[in-house]
Nanobody, 116 residues
Framework: VQLQASGGGLVRPGGSLRLSCAAS????????VGWYRQPPGKQRESVAT???????NYADSVKGRFTISRDNTKTEWYLQMNSLKPEDTAVYYC???????????WGKGTQVTVSS
């Protein structure tokens, strides 16, 4: 499974960004999918996940501001980030889990910087 993330960048506090992740390869056993982030000097943390059936889960710090969605026909998923804060600054990684083996797949990170 190969994952390709895109959509990061520099945004002012209160602004919005949309991240996209495209999956290819042996994706039939991948579920759930989601986004993680790694702030500077900190450990990687889960941001949001979504199952094939559309069940979502969010970190408390992003609830009400971030929305994860997926397009199963295109094997893509997205993270709409609104009301961004400086503490959202991090490298964001898209993630997919093989539900048969519990193996995690990772895309290359995309930098999100929230700064005035």
């Amino acid at each position: 499974v190969q994952l390709q993330a895109s959509g990061g960048g520099l945004v002012r506090p209160g602004g919005s960004l949309r991240l996209s992740c495209a999956a290819s390869g042996s994706i039939f056993s991948v579920n759930p999918v989601g986004w993680y982030r790694q702030p500077p000097g900190k450990q990687r943390e889960s941001v949001a996940t979504i199952t094939r059936g559309g069940i979502t889960n969010y970190a408390d710090s992003v609830k009400g501001r971030f929305t994860i969605s997926r397009d199963n026909t295109k094997t893509e998923w997205y993270l709409q980030m609104n009301s961004l804060k400086p503490e959202d600054t991090a490298v964001y990684y898209c993630n997919a889990v093989n539900y048969l083996t519990s193996v995690h797949y990772w895309g290359k990170g995309t930098q999100v910087t929230v700064s005035s």
